[in-house]
């Protein structure tokens, strides 16, 4: 009996998130998109919404979204509309690349929208859900942050991406991050940090692909525990 109550007294010491499972989730957009999405959160836990880079998908978050379960911060990661498992619209099934010519990419940013109706529903607090894009997903996560979002991540953003130009965010706290071997994403970050920005440079890599560098991650994981 001892043995047991000493197991709850320490399960009692782990975020909440570390409790949680991982639960696939579906919600609609305004303009008639079924997204898809995962989501691991506990009820009063600060939220991460992860978006993602063109052509890519939800999963490239697993190893990061990981990282904010330890630290007490849940996820919700979503495809975006025409990718992965997100590919149900009002005109039936689209991929993404048919965005390109009709210069759709903008209206993207009506799935983050999404997402952050969806979390209210569930009783998050919209003071509670900050946003971290990547790529193209940067540029989308700037447009979709308000002054009610605690904090805000863009790892590699870009002065304009696929049509999706790069506004000035309106988040409470505001993260930028690039390599210098990325120029195009280093001049919008060095442009975003002469207007007070912060900002973490890292050696190599775009996007996602920077938190190979294990001391820029720990930087980036610091910053969003401080932004709490």
């Known amino acids: 009996m001892s043995f047991l109550c000493a197991a709850?007294?320490?399960l009692s010491l782990?975020?909440?998130t570390a409790h949680a499972q991982v639960t696939p989730v579906s919600f609609k957009t305004s303009d008639g998109w079924t997204i898809k999405g995962s989501l691991k959160a506990g009820r009063g836990q600060p939220v991460a919404v992860l978006v993602h880079g063109a052509g890519s998908s939800r999963n490239e978050w697993e190893s990061f979204a990981a990282e904010l379960w330890k630290r007490g911060v849940g996820t919700l990661a979503l495809d975006?509309?025409?990718h992965g498992e997100s590919v149900v619209g009002p005109a039936g099934k689209q991929e993404w690349t048919s965005f390109e010519k009709a210069a759709e990419w903008t209206a993207a940013t009506a799935d983050l929208d999404a997402a952050v109706r969806f979390l209210a529903g569930r009783g998050f607090r919209k003071s509670r859900i900050g946003f971290i894009g990547a790529s193209i997903g940067s540029n989308l996560a700037a447009l979709a942050s308000g002054p009610e979002s605690p904090w805000l991540v863009l790892l590699s953003p870009g002065l304009d991406y696929r049509g999706v130009a790069l506004t000035s965010p309106r988040a409470r706290r505001v993260l930028a991050a690039a390599s210098a071997q990325d120029?195009?994403?280093?001049q919008?970050?060095?442009?975003?940090?002469?207007?007070?920005?912060a900002f973490f440079e890292t050696a190599r890599g775009h996007g996602v692909e920077m938190f190979k560098d294990a001391?820029?991650?720990a930087k980036v994981l610091a910053w969003i525990e401080a932004s709490r």
């Open 215 to 217: 001391e820029f991650q």
């Open 14 to 16: 782990l975020p909440r």
């Open 80 to 82: 975006l509309r025409g």
């Open 188 to 197: 919008a970050s060095l442009a975003l940090k002469q207007s007070g920005t």
């Open 183 to 186: 120029p195009y994403a280093y």
């Open 8 to 10: 709850v007294s320490l």
